[in-house]
């Protein structure tokens, strides 16, 4: 991989503007949070391989320390960048309007960039659940974070296509929080009262092999559109008081991204040996190479759902466009 020259095409998009600003003597250590599954590759291989660090020696920078933490859901990321214990947070579509309202004239946490692209899957095992209408108060809909989660909101908006407008909250009373791995194991073994699962890639795709699972609706049928699956953010004193560190992370995720399109076969194993997941390798490539898995920077058709939490959430800034939400250097 060419890694010099992604650094410096990443960095000239859109951090040059930073290095007006006055010089900084900038981090040495830069703390980095993801979640689990698919949606997460590029940022295993950047810890694997250690990108970022490779890219900051070259921008100058010596040697950074990088470390790694893994969290369920947003809402834990999200505590964590504010209390100061991460730099950077994957997020989805939910998590950062959440953060970004939360923040905005203070410490203004914005998307930085997206990473793929990938449809969220709504998987029921009671058998008498054919719409959202089913479900019962026996029912269960295991979900990363009840109410902040990109699927507690896919949830709602479901729901209000179904029950109408303003019947949005309808089904929250059966949803209860549970990370993709413990959900998994519940829908497979029929543990507890969970019924559902709104989960993610590769958990949801594993569920659907088990007889008596099956997909209800995914994101796509709710939004009518690919939604991004995941949002990289950082605070604006990060992006400004380290201009060359939040560039090498950037670049070390554009050359993350240009693997696993270059050698799919490749980056799934890398996955399967990071993640230590069981999943056969061919199983795991049919889900690689479905085409509605995209691995991208580009951000786009977060619309939909930030308008939607904009009107029926109780936000302090109402934005209007994911635009708002996102530093300028982003691709959209």
């Given at each position: 991989m060419r890694q010099s020259h992604v650094f410096a095409s990443v960095f000239a998009a859109g951090i040059?503007?930073?290095?007006?600003?006055?010089?900084?003597?900038?981090?040495?250590?830069?703390r980095a949070a993801k979640q689990y599954g698919l949606g997460y590759v590029q940022l295993m291989i950047m810890e694997d391989m250690k990108l970022v660090e490779k890219g900051a020696k070259a921008a100058g920078l010596g040697d950074i320390e990088v470390t790694w933490n893994t969290f369920r859901s947003s809402d834990v990321m999200n505590d964590a960048l504010l209390s100061g214990n991460v730099d950077f947070v994957s997020l989805g579509i939910a998590g950062m309007m959440t953060i970004w309202d939360r923040t905005k004239g203070s410490?203004?946490?914005?998307?930085?960039?997206?990473?793929?692209?990938?449809?969220?899957?709504?998987?029921?095992?009671n058998p008498d659940v054919k719409s959202l209408k089913d479900f019962g108060d026996?029912?269960?809909?295991?979900?990363?974070a009840v109410g902040v989660s990109n699927q507690a909101i896919l949830l709602r908006m479901g729901a209000e296509k179904e029950f109408g407008q303003g019947q949005h909250n309808k089904l929250d009373h059966l949803t209860i929080t549970m990370s993709h791995p413990d959900a998994t194991i519940a829908m497979l073994t029929a543990q507890k009262d969970v019924t559902a699962n709104f989960s993610s890639?590769?958990?949801q795709y594993r569920q659907q092999k088990e007889p008596g699972i099956?997909?209800?609706?995914?994101?796509?049928?709710?939004?009518?559109?690919?939604?991004?699956?995941?949002?990289?953010?950082?605070?604006?004193k990060f992006r400004t008081e380290n201009p060359k560190l939040y560039g090498a992370f950037l670049a070390a995720l554009k050359e993350a991204t240009e693997m696993v399109n270059k050698d799919r076969k490749w980056a799934a194993e890398a996955y399967l040996r990071i993640s230590k997941d069981k999943m056969p390798l061919e199983e795991l490539m049919e889900?690689?190479?479905?085409?509605?898995?995209?691995?991208?920077?580009?951000?786009?058709?977060?619309?939909?759902?930030?308008?939607?939490?904009?009107?029926?959430?109780?936000?302090?800034?109402?934005?209007a466009s994911a635009k708002e939400l996102l530093f300028p250097e982003a691709e959209m």
């Open positions: 040059a503007v930073l290095n007006a600003t006055p010089a900084l003597t900038e981090a040495t250590q830069l410490v203004d946490v914005r998307g930085a960039t997206g990473f793929n692209s990938m449809p969220i899957a709504l998987n029921v095992r026996k029912d269960r809909i295991a979900m990363p890639v590769p958990f099956r997909q209800l609706m995914t994101s796509t049928d709710i939004v009518g559109a690919p939604i991004p699956f995941n949002i990289l953010a950082a605070t604006t889900i690689m190479n479905r085409p509605d898995i995209v691995f991208t920077t580009k951000l786009t058709g977060a619309d939909p759902m930030v308008l939607f939490m904009a009107r029926t959430g109780n936000f302090k800034n109402k934005p």
